[in-house]
């Protein structure tokens, strides 16, 4: 991989992350909306490093890349000589001593990793791929959601008349672990994906919670009860009532919370489109 | 060479609007998200470990790090593991400060005891740990002292058993040339380096968080010993980012809290892009040596902390 190449790839990947973040909200679909002034950052640099790498290789086109590499050798020796010490191309130990050194002045220093191809792979990923928010694939498994790792005992009670719109999460965390059953009797209003259930009366309403990326998301369900299933991946508005089960003896976790559903409304997709 | 630049990014539009629709399938495109998400989440933690690692390189002289470790090479392990709860960051950013702390020559072991201990003791961890275990506070101290405790053990079996043939320490001169420019080489070289057996990881990891069903996981929950190995393995596998394990760990709800800690511990010093990077960094041989008997290692002190805390 010569110093152009290098170069290539770095403005290739600072450009794709900075495409994601400052040109649209894709990043979304991939991290947590808080991540965005790092990952502006990180792009940035890595533009900037390899548009400097681009310019310093603009203005050398009187040498040869031959010439270049021996040039460069012969001025900033020992520096060199501390990165071939490290790696050779292939990504190998090499170890050379003074002896081998004095050999080694024709090898061309300005080669770089060839691993560093693979940095292509998440621009390619990014611009062909152009992959989606995790849906009901991601979360098809028929394995009730785990529990909400942040659970709080003490809900505010909710509006006796009004529909009061929540996240899933607190949805999940009001059926499990609230002892003042402030869900019992209210309508609420829960946003998410449509994934089909094994059961034939049911679908799930979904949403993905992330913690830092989406290697990590966990899959948030409510079993829907009494409306038709939209198609799968449909973003919809479900509005309903909890249905409280019959036993309490029912672990937590075990099975997914139920909701009688009065109205189901199909919605575009959200921009952020985790929990 | 600029015509070569135009055609790709005329090329990568092209595809955009011709290709994306005909690979819209479920599968890849979940595995194309994870893929993403791993590489985009853990590029601003690489970028900032390369600058940090080149400062140092470029920047910081050598003598200031045999002022700073005790010179007994014993008592520099442990000092060094407890200076990683300074450096906020993931496991991805520990691994080029590690191998820039070598090149100015600290002691290996000490740097590996940095590198092990970084990550899952410092700060932002160990906060995230305690908001992820609400009401069990005995969680997060028990990550920091069996990491702590794995990472100075593997450090002083290093000293005591390791070769220094295994290890491709990176050479020991000073940059010649102007330092601004040794600066942006050494960050370049690392970053291309570094990057590319960070996306090496990433396609192993997400290959098969899509492939093996979790639910496979649950099966062993109750099972004493064997729940403790299989979290760890798990560990190995998803290669999540230290930063929020500590919130996966908490919803694998079925699994005792030993097991869970495990998963903890062994997290941040051992996972499949971590793999990757060690061996890119510090080559193979020292990589087939070290990442196994830091997971025997971080599993033995799991249990024997997680038996005594938890």
Not at chain 2, 220 to 229: E, H, K, T, Y
Not at chain 2, 262 to 288: C, E, H, N, S, Y
Request: hydrophobic share 50%.
């Amino acid at each position: 991989m010569n110093r152009m190449s290098q170069s290539l790839v770095m403005v290739f990947l600072g450009g794709a992350v900075l495409r994601i973040t400052l040109l649209s909200t894709t990043y979304l679909n991939y991290v947590k909306p808080g991540f965005h002034p790092f990952l502006v950052a990180a792009g940035a640099v890595v533009l900037a490093l390899g548009v400097a790498g681009l310019i310093q290789e603009w203005r050398k086109p009187y040498l040869t890349e031959q010439e270049y590499a021996h040039r460069s050798h012969a001025g900033r020796g020992s520096h060199d000589d501390r990165h071939d010490a490290r790696y050779d191309e292939h990504g190998e130990a090499v170890r050379h001593d003074a002896h081998e050194n004095a050999h080694h002045d024709g090898h061309d220093h300005s080669r770089g990793p060839r691993v560093a191809w693979l940095l292509c792979l998440p621009v390619f990923a990014i611009f062909l791929i152009a992959p989606p928010a995790l849906g009901a694939f991601a979360a098809r498994s028929e394995e009730p959601p785990p529990r909400p790792p942040v659970t709080s005992d003490t809900y505010a009670p909710l509006a006796d008349e009004t529909v009061t719109a929540m996240p899933i999460g607190e949805f999940i965390g009001r059926a499990w672990a609230d002892s003042t059953y402030s869900l019992t009797g209210k309508r609420v209003r829960l946003t998410g994906f449509v994934v089909p259930s094994k059961k034939k009366d049911r679908w799930y309403v979904t949403r993905i919670q992330l913690n830092c990326c989406a290697a990590d998301g966990i899959p948030l369900k409510v079993a829907v009860l009494k409306a038709a299933q939209p198609p799968v991946d449909t973003w919809v508005e479900v509005t309903g009532t909890w249905v409280r089960p019959k036993s309490d003896k029912i672990p937590n976790g075990t099975v997914a919370p139920e909701l009688v559903a009065t109205d189901v409304t199909a919605i575009p997709r959200p921009v952020e489109p985790y929990e | 060479m600029p015509w070569i630049f135009a055609a790709v990014v005329v090329l990568l539009i092209a595809g955009h609007f011709v290709l994306t629709p005909l690979l819209a399938f479920p599968s890849l495109q979940t595995w194309a998200t994870i893929f993403v998400a791993i590489s985009v989440q853990a590029l601003p933690f690489l970028v900032f470990g390369v600058l940090l690692s080149a400062a140092i390189t470029a920047f910081v002289p050598a003598s200031f790090w045999t002022r700073a470790l005790p010179r007994h090479p014993y008592a520099a392990v442990p000092v060094a593991g407890a200076a990683g709860a300074v450096l906020p960051g993931c496991e991805c950013a520990s691994v080029p400060v590690a191998s820039g702390l070598m090149a100015r020559g600290v002691t290996p072991a000490a740097a590996l005891a940095f590198l092990l201990a970084s990550p899952a003791i410092n700060p932002v961890v160990v906060v995230a740990t305690a908001v992820a275990f609400p009401g069990q506070p005995m969680m997060a101290v028990a990550r920091f002292v069996a990491s702590l405790v794995v990472a100075v053990l593997v450090g002083w079996l290093w000293l005591r058993f390791g070769r220094s043939d295994w290890l491709r320490v990176p050479a020991r001169t000073a940059p010649a040339g102007s330092r601004w420019q040794a600066f942006r080489e050494a960050a370049q070289h690392d970053l291309l380096h570094a990057g590319g057996f960070l996306v090496v990881g990433a396609l192993t990891a997400a290959t098969l968080n899509v492939v093996v069903p979790r639910s496979l996981l649950t099966t062993v929950a109750d099972v004493p010993v064997l729940s403790v190995v299989v979290l760890a393995l798990l560990a190995v596998l998803l290669s999540i980012c230290s930063e929020a394990d500590a919130f996966v760990a908490a919803s694998l709800t079925a699994f005792s809290p030993t097991a869970r800690l495990a998963f903890l511990v062994v997290g941040p010093m051992v996972d499949l892009k971590l793999i990757a990077l060690q061996m890119g960094t510090f080559g193979r041989a020292f990589a087939a040596r070290f990442v196994p008997v830091t997971f025997v290692l971080a599993v033995l002190v799991s249990v024997a902390v997680g038996g005594l805390l938890l």
